[in-house]
């Protein structure tokens, strides 16, 4: 029985030469192949000017009619030799030689793992019901072409290139409606805006035990105001919509917005607009387990002050702590802001009792959740911050700081180890924004999850990528910095109001909590 990579080396294209287009002035894509897959795959190309300085690219490298998709069942990773031994006897009971691929976690500090994989079936189908037999173990199905050793492809990969010495027009964030709360679709934001380019932006939380729906999950900046506050140890993508629109990949976390209290002391803003103890990603003050960002996972803060704009859309759970509105001379009111208007403070645990304290010594409250403080006004409204990581490329190299970023596995239990497996090791959809020497920016969306059955090869496939994979795509367009956005079933790119890029959810085009927007000038 052929194992993955044995299939993907069977699996070669012939290379076909396919004239490009006549090239839009501005455009500066390599002439050279993607680096995915087989050195001698198909690649075809296309290219075409959105406007002056804007090129959009769709590259598709292998073509669904010539990949059939396999799919095998995997036991998941392992890695100790008891480990290896229980999930290969899961495989056997279900009749099924086990193989290992190996692999190694991502990050500064790399461990090796395997993962325990069986089965070589041409249909989901018929991999499916191999896994019906009654078994304890946990296994589940998934395409071959998800593994980065798969060779064969297919990818289709769509690229927005902004050349600011020539754009004449606006690049931003923004979310469906003017409140943080909230989760819309990134082709309903750009028809919204106007927007001829669109994609998805940065995390957010889903549910309500992950957060208040659609908070973003770090930083958020719009017009130069503070909407939701960054992530220790994450990097983010910084905007200036002032022409010429520019764009930034910073790792240092900026200042915190910070109370200046009437006699003098100071308290640093441990949120903004989320519900007080709920920290998406982690990545906050407190304790130092809470510190580290923690991709998908929400920290709980026992001691804290978050403020409540009135670009929240949401009321603030004070039910275990106090809330008091700052009006306008900075004095403090018992009450929400809905009731007194201005910004709501919460305190929780002892931040509760320090609030109290205020609140009995009437002593007023002076903050600026101005994200640049240091700028002029019109300056600093020109700002927006969208959340993301890992950090793909700094300085034209490739940064492997993903343990850092929010992908740990050392120490954690098994479980956390196979979540980083299927997110950052295997194939996904991504998005991501690179920027390259010449200050172009890039907007990447690459399609993925999508496989090509033997019987149904006229489906469009696309693998998608790992986010090493990301990584290598990134530097093969020349960017100096680059960093991976929300991906997986956010990945959207819509180009002239129609969404150009296929959602791997099966509902559809996922609602997202922001969206970055092109919107050049009438």
Wanted: net charge positive; aromatic share 6%.
């Amino acid at each position: 029985m052929m194992d993955t990579r044995s299939l993907a080396r069977h699996m070669i294209l012939a290379s076909v030469a396919i004239p490009l287009s006549v090239r839009p002035v501005y455009a500066s894509l390599p002439v050279a192949p993607f680096p995915l897959g087989n050195t001698n795959l198909v690649e075809t190309r296309t290219e075409e000017s959105l406007a002056d300085g804007v090129t959009y690219y769709s590259v598709r490298r292998a073509t669904a009619n010539n990949v059939p998709t396999q799919w095998l069942i995997t036991a998941g990773v392992a890695r100790t030799v008891k480990e290896r031994s229980r999930l290969e006897m899961c495989l056997r009971a279900l009749h099924l030689e086990p193989r290992r691929e190996s692999y190694q976690t991502p990050g500064l500090i790399p461990t090796r793992y395997v993962e325990i994989i069986g089965g070589d079936f041409t249909t989901e189908a018929a991999a499916r019901v191999a896994i019906r037999p009654a078994t304890t173990c946990k296994v589940e199905v998934r395409a071959a072409a998800a593994s980065p050793y798969y060779e064969a492809g297919p990818w289709r990969l769509n690229l927005i290139e902004i050349d600011p010495a020539h754009f004449k027009g606006h690049i931003f964030s923004a979310g469906g409606n003017d409140t943080v709360a909230g989760r819309i679709k990134t082709s309903d934001i750009a028809h919204r805006f106007g927007a001829q380019v669109a994609i998805n932006g940065g995390f957010f939380a889903m549910t309500p035990e992950e957060g208040v729906v659609g908070e973003p999950a770090g930083i958020s900046v719009m017009q130069g105001r503070w909407r939701s506050e960054a992530t220790l140890g994450r990097p983010y993508l910084l905007l200036r919509d002032r022409y010429p629109i520019s764009a930034a990949i910073l790792s240092a976390r900026p200042p915190s917005p910070r109370i200046v209290w009437s006699d003098g002391t100071v308290s640093l803003l441990g949120g903004i607009n989320r519900q007080p103890g709920q920290v998406r990603d982690c990545g906050t003050t407190g304790a130092p387990a809470n510190r580290l960002p923690a991709q998908d996972v929400t920290c709980a803060v026992r001691d804290e002050i978050v403020a409540i704009t009135d670009d929240a859309g949401f009321v603030a759970d004070a039910s275990h702590g106090l809330a008091v509105t700052v009006g306008p001379d900075g004095r403090l009111k018992t009450g929400s802001g809905a009731e007194l208007g201005g910004t709501v403070l919460v305190g929780i645990g002892r931040k509760a009792d320090f609030l109290r304290s205020r609140l009995a010594r009437h002593v007023r409250a002076r903050m600026d959740l101005t994200y640049d403080t240091r700028s002029d006004k019109a300056a600093s409204s020109a700002l927006y911050a969208v959340n993301g990581a890992p950090t793909l490329v700094r300085g034209g190299e490739m940064i492997h700081a993903d343990d850092k970023e929010g992908w740990a596995t050392h120490g954690m239990p098994l479980a956390r180890w196979n979540y980083v497996h299927s997110w950052s090791v295997l194939r996904n959809p991504r998005t991501a924004v690179g920027i390259d020497a010449k200050r172009h920016v890039w907007l990447l969306v690459v399609e993925g999850r999508e496989y090509s059955e033997a019987s149904s090869v006229s489906v469009p496939a696309s693998a998608g990528l790992s986010i090493e994979e990301l990584r290598r795509v990134m530097v093969h367009i020349g960017a100096r910095d680059a960093i991976n956005l929300d991906g997986g079933g956010s990945s959207a790119m819509v180009v002239r109001g129609k969404l150009i890029t296929h959602p791997s959810d099966s509902s559809g085009e996922r609602a997202v909590g922001d969206a970055i927007l092109v919107v050049p000038d009438r």
